[in-house]
T-cell receptor, first 109, second 116 residues
């Protein structure tokens, strides 16, 4: 079966750095997405990786290793507004998105 | 604002009621999706429409009935639901389906459904 694993919850301090990991086993691979979802709101797109390596976008970076079935989302200079759930999703060979259960990130002052 | 709106935002219904959820996208997209989101579970894809044609139905019970009258509107008709159907129902749209490996989906805010 297809599976996406990510931690259920993480806690970090304002101003610090946090890394959220995602491992996957899917039938085929056509890219990996990270979405942010604040409580009661729509998921919003953060990043897309299809090739190995690091993609940087401001305070957020996303890394992919296809050989290891592994990705991480790196958040720097954490702000209170970064408190949210972070969803990892992989597009499989049928171009369907397979979703992880999300990581709830709690930022403390 | 993501360009995808959903109504109502909250819905409480009894098991014998019939109700409909509405989704509208203002992005000129051709693919629309219904997802179910339950607490601490992955998003579950329910239905996909591409150019108004249903392309996916992921073994969803018949008490959920989708309708896509045009590329901008998507409905989910509900009848004789069960308490375990209580969840957040999210609508999403994308440029189209299958055409490329990069196909960002834009989500609406969801309808929080409670079945009593």
């Amino acid at each position: 079966g297809q599976n996406i694993d990510q931690p259920t919850e993480m806690t970090a301090t304002e101003g610090a750095i946090v890394q959220i990991n995602c491992t996957y086993q899917t039938s085929g691979f056509n890219g990996l997405f990270w979405y942010q979802q604040h409580a009661g709101e729509a998921p919003t797109f953060l990043s897309y990786n299809v090739l190995d390596g690091l993609e940087e976008k401001g305070r957020f970076s996303s890394f992919l290793s296809r050989s290891k079935g592994y990705s991480y989302l790196l958040l720097k200079e954490l702000q209170m507004k970064d408190s949210a759930s972070y969803l990892c999703a992989v597009m499989d060979s049928n171009y369907q998105l397979i979703w992880g259960a999300g990581t709830k990130l709690i930022i403390k002052p | 604002e993501t360009g995808v709106t959903q109504t109502p935002r909250h819905l409480v219904m009894g098991m014998t009621n019939k109700k409909s959820l509405k989704c509208e996208q203002h992005l000129g997209h051709n693919a629309m999706y219904w997802y179910k989101q339950s607490a601490k579970k992955p998003l579950e894809l329910m239905f996909v429409y591409n150019f108004k044609e249903q392309t996916e139905n992921n073994s969803v019970p018949s008490r959920f009935s989708p309708e896509c009258p045009n590329s901008s509107h998507l409905f989910l008709h509900l009848h004789t639901l069960q308490p375990e159907d209580s969840a957040l129902y999210l609508c999403a749209s994308s440029q189209d389906q299958d055409q490329s490996s990069y196909n960002e989906q834009f989500f609406g805010p969801g309808t929080r459904l409670t079945v009593l």
